[in-house]
């Protein structure tokens, strides 16, 4: 389902059989109820035929697979031989993080300070013209921030954008609300531009 060679999840489409889609075109993350080994996550996403699909993520695929833990093999074209790169690329995380670097990273708010985060954290995703609005609940406080990211800053393992948009609101606990409290906020000038060393 996860390709970390490509950054990409494969998703069924009706339209076009099967579509291959970033973790930025995901709208939105949910837990269902009672998965738990392994737990499962419903998302909604942004699907290459145009349309939004749901479909279905299992946790280690949505947090774990990104970091090339389970990475298939390649052909290495300077050796001619067939190789498996889940070594190579789990060795390559395990040592950004010993380093102190985290895969994603994002700022909440309401504790006023950068946190690492895993993607089954991430609640609602919005697109803007080269950014991505991006509401998380924070795994210390357990309250949702907004921030305003690239969308390498998604995509990416490790990659941290320099200035991250923060909506400087405390949301409420009801989901609902702060969906529309989210898509309000959104494009408001409600953002303030924080220069963080993530």
């Not at 290459?48 to 990475?71: I, K, M, Q, S």
């Not at 609940?137 to 949702?144: I, K, T, W």
């Amino acid at each position: 389902m996860y390709d970390a060679l490509t950054s990409r999840y494969t998703f069924a489409c009706p339209l076009l059989g099967e579509s291959s889609v970033a973790l930025s075109a995901f709208r939105s993350i949910e837990r269902l109820g009672g998965t738990a080994h392994p737990v499962v996550y419903r998302v909604r996403f942004e699907c290459t035929c145009g349309d939004e699909h749901d479909g279905l993520v299992r946790h280690d695929e949505l947090d774990w697979a990104p970091l090339g833990l389970e990475a298939g093999i390649f052909l290495n074209l300077m050796t001619s031989r067939v190789e498996p790169v889940a070594s190579e690329l789990t060795q390559v995380a395990a040592s950004r993080i010993k380093a102190g670097e985290w895969p994603w990273t994002f700022f909440c708010f309401p504790e006023d300070r950068p946190r690492p985060v895993f993607p089954s954290f991430f609640f609602l995703l919005t697109p803007g013209d080269d950014a991505l609005g991006l509401a998380v609940r924070c795994p210390a406080c357990q309250r949702l921030s907004v921030n305003l990211v690239s969308h390498e800053h998604v995509d990416l393992p490790f990659h941290n954008d320099r200035e991250v948009g923060v909506v400087e609101h405390l949301f409420p606990d009801d989901t609902h609300a702060t969906i529309e409290a989210f898509r309000s906020e959104l494009w408001s000038s409600s953002f303030d531009a924080r220069r963080l060393d993530l």
